[in-house]
């Protein structure tokens, strides 16, 4: 709760910081301001369920621990964000602004209990994420992608506002509790406008976190936006995407699970496949993590569809796991993008990686613990984060769902080495990439994370 | 029949036939009049479910001033008779199946729920008007109202940065 | 047994009755020969050149932008003018409501009008600003001098 109106406060404070003469105070500012907002998100710890404003919004542990992944990553994020001082053309006052005004709207849709809220927050993230996506004017492709962004987005909030309309004609209540009051009756379970409503309202969430077959914008626009707000993109609204369609399930419709079971089921069986086959094919590194987030997707969805008591931390797991390999994966990128550039565009290509290793053995090993981890090999902790969400699978007997996601995982491991092989095998030089230290202490972080949850993920448990 | 019946079958005869030549019409321009139309049409259709504050913002926002935003929009991109895009049959057969489905779906699940009636004995006429509706967006909604206010704000500051006047830029 | 509104149906109905009365009769009335020069989109007596659907800056769109923001926050003070002052709810809180209802709306102006103020100096708002150019000649003749001349023979 506390963070919402940290946050609404304190981009306004950050847009206005932009006046200043000098912009080097932005950056440790919105940190500051981050490391604020994640210290008042634990005021509420341990205070039980708390209802707030009138019922509207909800605070759990659980939905603190997402929202603490939401701020971390958003914190490890914007300090990489350092490129913004040498380029002329950016204007870093809005674009940290509208990044800590995204962060509201996440937060709204982790711990929703009212349509309206979810609504609103959702509309936040993704008006953020536009205007983001096309912050490259001068690129062409930035533009292109934001347009596609937008007009494919504003359909999905329609179709989503649709389904909320027939949920609430059907149920006469926006509050998840009063949805929930009316599955539970006889007529309730049998009403086909709450059917409707509801599949048209989980399209409009799963297109916001790009599952297959909702997933055509996601590889041009993670494409075309700036990297460093692709990354914003790829784990923040995918967490809190993940957050919110798993609390409108379990909180209100877990009463017809066996009606919207086999839509679920079906979708997660196709982004695994998209996700993960397509990515075999691509050639830019970025392109290819634009899929392995469609993948991501198809894993988390598998926690969704098994809905069982474990589900909400398994998805916290793999949601963390998830966020922290893919942010040191584009930090390295970046860098190397940078270095590499071909007419002043960064190069994206995985040839940009070869013989990363001889020079700048720790930008590989960086690289290399997060494509593990992102392919889910023991010792990080992307492997636990696939054990936690197979092992609930497997509670509620989906074992064909387990086979397709463990084919698939192997088919991760292909393209996720590719890169590894890139800059460790091949013949190539990189020349010394010189790193900043902040930007180390990131890329170091997130590594020592992935590491450190790998090894001991009871860890994690215990921290809840 | 009585009135009322008369006038909401006549007027969703009117949106639903405006609706149908907002998608019909050849001129992005005669699209966006019709789409007044439909507009003015669910303003009636406002007025009688007795919610009269929504009928005006129907007419002043959207008509009014969102409609103006959608000819702003038509002026930007100086679009010509020749380049009209050619869809394939491919995509428009793909369409059809799609709006189609979704047409069936929602048409079944319409046909087979039992809508609940409205008690006229007990119904609170006052629902729909302006001190209800204060009453309610200021005291249980604070906090989404509270916010839609930073939507706006993102909204107009994204706006404003991705229309800034670049260096270089022919002024019209 | 009209309802108020059914008034305004009415209203509506005679507006547009009378108006295509109107232009109907003119239309029976008036002589109809036009030609090549009647028929020319009138543009101040000039030749009318190339099509009047050119393409805008979308610097206009911005501003439009604006102004749906303020309309639409304008909506809200409707509602809120009706209840600010509400008895029952006033009593209900000892006076608590007013003020609390002032602090919402004056919060939710206070963003926007932050955001304004923001798109305001940053100078999204300005059109291009004319420069109006001093001419300068150089001669010898100082400036002084004529202003001397003119002093001189200045009618009294």
């Given amino acids: 709760m506390y963070p919402i109106i940290l946050l609404s406060v304190l981009g306004i404070v950050v847009l206005f910081l932009g006046f200043m003469k000098s912009k080097n105070i932005l950056l440790p500012a919105t940190l500051l301001f981050l490391a604020l907002a994640l210290g008042s998100n634990f005021i509420d710890w341990n205070q039980g369920p708390l209802l707030y404003f009138y019922g509207m919004f909800s605070v759990t542990n659980l939905t603190l621990a997402f929202n603490a992944i939401v701020l971390i990553s958003a914190f490890l994020i914007v300090a990489m964000t350092r490129g913004f001082q040498d380029d002329e053309e950016a204007q870093p006052a809005e674009y940290y602004g509208i990044m800590l005004f995204s962060l509201v709207g996440a937060i709204m849709i982790i711990g929703y209990e009212h349509l309206i809220i979810f609504f609103v927050g959702i509309e936040i993230l993704s ?338 | 029949m009585n009135p009322t019946l008369s006038i909401f079958y006549f007027l969703s005869f009117l949106t639903v036939l405006s609706a149908l030549m907002v998608v019909f019409s050849r001129s992005p321009i005669h699209s966006v009049l019709y789409l007044i139309l439909t507009f003015f049409c669910l303003t009636g259709h406002y007025i009688l479910l007795n919610a009269q504050f929504l009928a005006a913002v129907n007419i002043i926002v959207y008509a009014g001033a969102i409609m103006v935003l959608f000819l702003f929009v038509i002026m930007f991109l100086n679009m010509k008779k020749e380049d009209e895009e050619a869809k394939t049959n491919l995509t428009k057969i793909a369409a059809m199946i799609v709006a189609g489905t979704l047409f069936v779906i929602l048409f079944g699940a319409y046909r087979k729920s039992i809508i609940g009636a409205y008690n006229p004995y007990e119904y609170n006429s006052q629902v729909g008007m302006v001190e209800s509706l204060g009453a309610v967006l200021f005291r249980d909604y604070l906090l989404p109202f509270e916010l839609a206010s930073v939507l706006f704000l993102i909204a107009m500051t994204g706006a404003v940065m991705l229309g800034r006047r670049e260096v270089g830029e022919r002024h019209f | 047994m009209l309802s108020d509104f059914g008034t305004i149906f009415l209203f509506i109905l005679a507006a547009v009755a009378l108006v295509s009365m109107m232009l109907g009769m003119a239309r029976l009335l008036r002589p109809n020969n036009p030609n090549e020069e009647k028929l020319s989109t009138y543009e101040s007596g000039e030749e009318p050149l190339g099509n009047a659907n050119v393409q805008f800056n979308v610097r206009f769109y911005v501003v439009a932008l604006i102004f749906v923001l303020f309309d639409v926050e304008l909506i809200f003070l409707f509602p809120w003018a009706v209840v600010f002052g509400n008895e029952d709810l006033i009593q209900q809180t000892n006076g608590q409501w007013g003020w609390f209802a002032l602090a919402e709306m004056t919060v939710f102006v206070g963003i926007l009008v932050l955001g304004l103020a923001y798109a305001w100096a940053k100078g999204y708002l300005d059109w291009v600003r004319p420069e109006p150019k001093t001419p300068h000649v150089d001669s010898p003749v100082p400036t002084s001098l004529y202003q001397q001349v003119n002093e001189k023979y200045k009618k009294s």
Avoid: C
């Fill in chain 1, 127 to 464: 008006v953020a994420m536009y205007i983001l996506t096309g912050s490259d004017k001068r690129n062409l492709r930035s533009n292109e992608a934001s347009l596609k962004y937008f007009l494919m987005g504003a359909f999905a909030t329609g179709i989503m506002l649709f389904g909320i309309a027939l949920l609430y004609g059907a149920t006469g209540a926006f509050s998840l509790t009063g949805i929930r009051g009316f599955v539970s009756t006889a007529a309730g379970a049998q009403s086909y406008i709450l059917y409707a409503g509801l599949l048209l309202l989980l399209i409009g969430m799963l297109f916001k976190v790009s599952a297959a077959p909702f997933h055509f914008w996601t590889p041009d626009v993670y494409d075309g936006a700036p990297s460093i707000f692709t990354t914003f993109m790829s784990t923040i609204v995918k967490t809190a995407g993940f957050a919110a369609i798993f609390r409108l399930l379990s909180h209100s419709f877990a009463g017809i699970y066996d009606f919207w079971y086999i839509t679920l089921a079906v979708i997660t069986v196709l982004t695994l496949f998209v996700g993960n086959v397509v990515a075999v094919y691509q050639d830019s590194f970025k392109r290819m993590m634009a899929y392995s987030s469609i993948s991501h997707a198809g894993y988390l969805l598998i926690a969704l569809t098994a809905l069982t008591a474990q589900t909400e931390r398994s998805i916290l797991f793999y949601s963390m796991a998830y966020s922290v390999a893919t942010i040191s994966a584009f930090g390295v990128l970046m860098l190397i993008a940078k270095e590499k550039s071909l007419d002043g565009r960064p190069n994206e290509s995985y040839d940009a990686f070869n013989g990363l290793a001889k020079q700048n053995p720790l930008l590989a090993f960086v690289l290399t613990v997060s494509m593990l981890s992102l392919a889910g090999i023991p010792l990080t902790a992307g492997f636990w984060g696939k054990f936690f969400v197979f092992s609930s699978a497997a509670d509620r007997g989906l074992i064909w769902m387990l086979v397709v996601a463990v084919l698939m995982s192997a088919v991760g491991i292909y393209y996720y080495f590719r890169v590894v092989i890139a800059s460790y095998m091949k013949e190539g030089n990189t020349g010394k990439i010189r790193v900043a230290p902040f930007y180390q202490i990131v890329l170091v972080a997130a590594t020592v994370i992935t590491i450190l949850f790998g090894l001991a993920p009871g860890f994690f448990e215990q921290l809840l």
